[in-house]
């Protein structure tokens, strides 16, 4: 005879856990339904499902198609999504992040190098090859060194987050003791170029909440000794 609905729902339930793998689970529903499992169905003999699963796949698989759903499945993605995607999203950031800051000193160190390079000849204008076709070129060397430092990496350093500070020595013996007098020296004259610069984070206000501030410092120092040129009035 057939079984009632509330029964056919724990035949139906035991079923798909046992097409799920659920085989503990399984076990424990065979148990409890163990009578509604082993009644007479209208079509055939007394049937236990616990061997017919096995032995008449014809019957388990339509069964299953008809009643079964996967268990437990639902929404794991997105949970799975849940999870990884907040460490996932800090990693991707943070490597963002490192490789700009890295590109920003290595950067400041080329262009610091550039600027000395031209502030030891005494020179009041840049190179014309690096003049070409540039506008508002400052007259002096003083300035000209600043300028360079931009120039030299593509407008990459911008002048408002830049500070270049430039300390003069008479002599190798005296270079780095005190102060030293303010300006890009005279000839012959130990220079010492210190550059910083501010660089911001790409991300803005996600990479200040990870790494508590909207910026990152950089800095480059180097000491040079002028070429002995005729004294510069700037």
């Not at 509604?36 to 055939?44: E, I, K, W």
């Not at 550039?114 to 007259?139: D, H, K, L």
């Not at 990152?216 to 180097?222: E, G, I, K, M, S």
Request: aromatic share 8%; glycine share 10%.
């Amino acid at each position: 005879m057939a079984l009632p609905d509330a029964q056919r729902r724990q035949v139906f339930k035991c079923l798909c856990l046992l097409e799920t793998d659920h085989l503990l689970e399984f076990t424990s529903c065979y148990q409890i339904n163990k009578t509604s499992l082993s009644r007479r169905t209208q079509n055939g003999p007394v049937i236990m499902f616990a061997e017919g699963l096995i032995n008449r796949p014809p019957i388990r698989g339509r069964i299953v198609r008809r009643f079964c759903k996967p268990l437990g499945r639902r929404g794991v993605a997105a949970t799975e999504f849940a999870l990884i995607s907040i460490p996932f999203f800090i990693i991707v950031i943070g490597c963002m992040e490192v490789a700009w800051q890295l590109a920003t000193g290595a950067a400041l160190d080329h262009a610091a190098l550039r600027a000395s390079r031209y502030g030891i000849t005494g020179s009041n204008t840049p190179p014309s090859w690096q003049t070409t076709g540039q506008e508002n070129v400052p007259t002096c060397r003083s300035q000209n060194i600043i300028w360079l430092v931009t120039q030299s990496t593509g407008g990459m350093l911008k002048v408002a987050n830049l500070t270049v500070t430039t300390a003069a020595w008479p002599n190798v013996s005296g270079a780095g003791t005190g102060t030293g007098t303010q300006g890009a020296g005279s000839g012959g004259q130990i220079i010492a170029y210190t550059l910083t610069y501010r660089q911001p984070f790409i991300t803005g206000l996600v990479a200040a909440s990870l790494f508590g501030g909207d910026s990152f410092t950089h800095q480059a120092f180097l000491m040079v000794k002028n070429e002995p040129f005729e004294n510069a009035a700037c």
